[in-house]
T-cell receptor
């Protein structure tokens, strides 16, 4: 099945610095989703990208889907301590697979 | 109201015991999942169900037996617990997954932290 490789595994930043996490696939993705999991919490959906080259913004978060639909990124501008958590990308094998496969996640820590 | 609720939140048990985790969703979704999250935070799918039918069994040992009495419930029973079963187990649900572009977000329960001693 499809797999998404996510990098980096860990990222530590000073508050106010930017942060980016990347997901890459060897095959074309039908769509990609992003989730955030706070420490001790559960994954929470952030966004879904479907179209080639799509860019979506949520306040300080910018999500991109590559033109070839094989990669995606999440960029946070001017990180805050509330951004701490693990960010996951996830892809589903469309059709009848009913399977949402997660990347290994990027743990973001922010030094105040 | 909690959209996806699972119980218990914590479970500490001895090796060899049998335990169950319950999950219920009130979102009207037709697809439910069990995920296992290990100490490295890797979220691995175990099972997915659609309208009470097993769709995905991701090479999970047969000590793990999911049961879906109706599409709002997906319970997980584990026999003969082993130390390696210690992890956080998440139940999740979604609507429309598997129908191409009609995929929707997955809602997760709060998780059950299972510790086998």
């Amino acid at each position: 099945g499809q797999q998404v490789m996510q990098i980096p595994q860990y990222q530590h930043v000073q508050e106010g610095e930017d942060f980016t996490t990347y997901c890459n696939s060897s095959t074309t993705l039908s769509n990609i989703q992003w989730y955030k999991q706070r420490p001790g919490g559960h994954p929470v959906f952030l966004i879904q990208l479907v179209k080639s080259g799509e860019v979506k913004k949520q306040k300080r978060l910018t999500f991109q889907f590559g033109e070839a639909k094989k990669n995606s990124s999440l960029h946070i501008t001017a990180t805050q301590t509330t951004d701490v958590g693990t960010y996951f990308c996830a892809e589903n094998s469309g059709g009848s697979n009913y399977k949402l496969t997660f990347g290994k996640g990027t743990l973001l820590t922010v030094n105040p | 109201d909690t959209a996806v609720s699972q119980t218990p939140k914590y479970l500490v048990t001895q090796m060899g015991n049998d335990k169950s985790i319950k999950c219920e969703q009130n979102l009207g979704h037709d697809t439910m999942y069990w995920y296992k999250q290990d100490s490295k935070k890797f979220l691995k799918i175990m099972f997915s169900y659609n309208n009470k039918e097993l769709i995905i069994n991701e090479t999970v040992p047969n000590r793990f037996s999911p049961k879906s009495p109706d599409k709002a419930h997906l319970n997980l029973h584990i026999n003969s617990l082993e130390l390696g079963d210690s992890a956080v187990y998440f139940c999740a649900s979604s609507q429309g997954l598997g129908r191409g572009l009609m995929n929707t977000e997955a809602f997760f329960g709060q998780g059950t932290r299972l510790t086998v001693v």
